[in-house]
């Protein structure tokens, strides 16, 4: 992380999209010493008490006693209180070797920094922070220095946001939020202004008070809707559009059937399932759909950005707005594509079924065609051998139990007939087979019926000659 000159780029920091521990500017409290002690308990950033860049300017004195720092004292940010452009840019210079960026107290309450212009004072003035910050990103040459601002919120929170969008149009690189208004002390942080004003900005914000365990972090990252959370959502939904697309290649195995697949199908599991598969559908596309939306806004948001113009104004902010719109068009197209996916999933798990039904039908009305073509093969032969006996003339008996036999295959055939007709309407393509067979084999029986009466009436003939 650290560049060869000992500069942290603190903007690859809020990238890596975990949730960052600051340690906010205490004046008395955050020297050197406190520094490096809550650096040995994972503290990510730390920023120097408050500093006033006019008596930094004025006296070598005041520099020595007021900022010291070591090598490992970093990445480090130096607070001053400003109400001047040029003096707050001259004192970044001073400490831009030193530290990773600086930071203009807009929060201070207390009354005498008040009554000198500096701190809170600040968040009614946007256009004078936006000159500050302005000033500072164009008179430090190293373009990985940050320059921020810590505000406190006002009443009417749309003041609040334009203060932020000013400081951001000025290339301010990222805000800490004390969610409190300059008359609030100790009174509850109000998480939900945090998070209007992160929705309302590109850059990274930062919660701030009411921190006093490492668990209330977890919660205002929670409350303020800050990166990390959305992090994990897309995460979840990466992860769901390659489960979709495992399963879809599953599903197109050529060497598993559509039978076999009807089989698995109608697996106990999936029966016990399938009683909430509609609504797990449904749950699924909503979600998708929300998440695909939300995902179009981001890229709109971004987008419209003149992206041109902000590089030369910050590159910091430059690359930060290009890596949000990159990951709002990743989350586009992950959501759009497990969309489409799981709609394609669920219609070839259909037509696999269907196919498999087809299948089996189809089977069952070869086995139908192959029984009645071997019935009326032996019904041929039959009456084969019937005619014989009458060419040959046999007596009556024989004649009598060739017709029997004969009436009782009619019988057969025409039962055989009737079902394969029942089963010739599932199918439609089945049909048409069988119909030419029907139509075949109707031919046949009309054929042998007419053949039959032939013989019976030369039966009849032949009784009444020998009468
Ligand atoms: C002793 C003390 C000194 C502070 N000094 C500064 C300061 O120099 N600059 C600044 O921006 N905020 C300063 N603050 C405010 C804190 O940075 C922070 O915004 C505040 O403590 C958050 O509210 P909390 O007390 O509910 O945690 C100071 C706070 C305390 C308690």
């Given amino acids: 992380m650290k560049s060869y000159n000992g500069n942290t780029n603190v903007m690859d920091m809020f990238e890596k999209g975990k949730v960052l521990k600051i340690c906010a500017p205490m004046v008395r ?9 809550v650096r040995k308990y994972n503290c990510d950033i ?3 008490p408050m500093i006033v860049a006019a008596d930094f300017m004025r006296s070598v004195k005041a520099r020595d006693s007021e900022f010291t720092t070591n090598e490992c004292d970093r990445p480090l940010i130096v607070q001053f209180a400003a109400h001047d452009a040029q003096t707050l840019a001259d004192a970044a210079c001073v400490v831009a070797p030193f530290s990773d960026g600086v930071d203009l107290n807009c929060g201070c309450p207390q009354r005498w920094a008040m009554s000198e212009g500096y701190g809170a004072c600040l968040i009614n003035k946007p256009e004078l922070v936006k000159d500050m910050v302005r000033h500072v990103r164009n008179q430090v040459d190293n373009p990985n220095y940050t320059v ?5 919120i006002h009443k009417d ?3 609040t946001v334009d203060l932020c969008q000013k400081a951001e149009s000025a290339g301010v690189s990222w805000i800490t939020v004390h969610g409190r208004t300059t008359e609030e002390r100790h009174q509850p942080v109000h998480y939900d202004a945090i998070k209007t004003v992160k929705d309302s900005v590109s850059v990274p914000v930062i919660a701030n008070g009411d921190i006093k365990y490492l668990r209330d972090v977890e919660s205002a990252h929670q409350l303020t809707g800050v990166d990390g959370r959305m992090t994990l959502q897309w995460t979840a939904v990466a992860l769901f559009l390659y489960v979709e697309v495992g399963l879809l290649v599953i599903l197109c195995l050529p060497f598993i059937s559509a039978k076999r697949w009807r089989i698995i199908f109608q697996l106990r599991i999936w029966n016990f399932m399938a009683r909430f598969w509609n ?6 596309i909503v979600i998708l759909i929300v998440l695909f939306l ?3 806004r981001e890229v709109r948001k971004y987008s419209g950005r003149d992206l041109g113009t902000d590089a030369k104004l910050q590159p910091n902010m430059f690359d930060h707005l290009h890596m949000k719109l990159f990951r709002a068009q990743r989350n586009l197209y992950i959501s759009g594509f497990a969309v489409f996916l799981w709609l394609v999933m669920k219609r070839v798990i259909t037509l696999i079924n269907q196919l498999a039904s087809v299948s089996e039908n189809t089977a069952a009305l070869q086995t ?9 093969k032996k019904y041929m032969d039959d009456n084969e051998q019937l005619k014989k006996a ?11 139990d060739g017709m029997e036999l004969l009436r009782k295959e009619v019988e057969k055939l025409k039962g055989e007939l009737k079902t394969t007709g029942d089963a010739l309407k599932q199918s439609q393509s089945a049909a048409d087979v069988m119909k030419k067979q029907t139509d075949g084999l109707a031919r046949e029986y009309d054929r042998l019926l007419k053949e039959h009466q032939a013989l019976q009436n030369l039966q009849d003939a032949g009784s009444k000659k020998d009468d």
């Avoid at 609504?279 to 699924?284: A, S």
């Avoid at 009458?390 to 009598?400: F, I, Q, R, S, V």
Wanted: net charge positive.
């Fill in 46 to 48: 730390c920023f120097t």
């Fill in 368 to 376: 139908q065609a192959d029984n009645a073509n071997q019935a009326a």
């Fill in 157 to 159: 929170i749309k003041q």
């Fill in 390 to 400: 009458l060419m040959e003339g046999k007596g009556d008996k024989a004649t009598a």
């Fill in 29 to 37: 409290y955050s020297k050197l010493a406190f520094r490096s002690l």
């Fill in 148 to 152: 921020s601002i810590k505000i406190r």
């Fill in 294 to 296: 939300d995902a179009v």
């Fill in 279 to 284: 609504k797990v559908f449904l749950t699924m």
